[in-house]
């Protein structure tokens, strides 16, 4: 039997804590990109497209186009894997997001953020985490477990105000929507504290680790 959208949740937690990872080391370390986040790239974009000292436009439509392309593929395998069981593809998606940050950590190793050299390395970065977290927002959109999107926050604090008892509301999945706030940022914030304290290699490397954990907490549920 395949995994349950409940027990989905709390990999889907580690995910969103991924999330801030990765905004940490795109927008601190990989020149005011966002790879995770399409809304706030897309909002970047326009002030590059008007010259906004800054903000690159090649950079930004390299995530762009790099993240839609991993969403492309995710959404074709999601189809093509849809004789296994939930459990075993989603395990697989998991698996292939863990690779993607794994790669991107090793190509970090010796890159200089200040200068956003070697250059080489600033575009590989970009490419394979914005494959990864396109690949991951397919996925989890695939999967459909309410109020868990690991990346959006915005209608997620919405529904926290205007379904609350204060606007007349119930409540509903108030802790799931809280704890996804949380999760995305403790990330961000341990993200952004490695990028300045170290270098870009261990936030990666530990979300490389956390996507693995989460595929592990979905391999082992009956």
Avoid: C
């Avoid at 189809?79 to 998606?93: I, Q, S, Y």
């Avoid at 940050?101 to 956003?116: R, V």
């Avoid at 609350?164 to 995305?184: C, D, E, H, K, Y």
């Avoid at 952004?192 to 530990?206: C, E, I, K």
């Amino acid at each position: 039997m395949g995994a349950r959208p409940p027990e989905l949740v709390s990999p889907l937690l580690l995910m969103s804590a991924v999330t801030g990872l990765i905004d940490a080391v795109s927008v601190l370390g990989l020149g005011r990109v966002f790879t995770a986040n399409m809304t706030g790239n897309v909002v970047f974009l326009g002030f590059a497209a008007t010259g906004t000292p800054g903000f690159h436009f090649k950079p930004l439509l390299v995530a762009l186009l790099l993240f839609l392309f991993g969403a492309l593929v995710a959404g074709y395998s999601a189809r093509a894997l849809e004789h296994l069981t939930m459990r075993h593809w989603v395990v697989r998606h998991f698996a292939v997001e863990a690779l993607l940050l794994f790669a991107a950590a090793l190509l970090a190793i010796g890159y200089d953020s200040a200068t956003l050299q070697p250059e080489v390395r600033l575009y590989a970065i970009i490419a394979l985490t914005a494959v990864a977290m396109g690949f991951r927002n397919a996925t989890v959109r695939h999967l459909k477990v309410v109020d868990m999107t690991t990346t959006v926050l915005t209608l997620t604090l919405t529904g926290l105000a205007a379904d609350s008892s204060l606007a007349g509301g119930s409540n509903p999945n108030w802790q799931r929507r809280l704890a996804s706030v949380v999760a995305i940022l403790v990330g961000a914030g341990a993200g952004a504290w490695m990028v300045t304290q170290w270098s870009l290699a261990p936030p990666l490397f530990l979300a490389t680790a956390l996507i693995a954990a989460a595929a592990a907490m979905v391999a082992v549920r009956r």
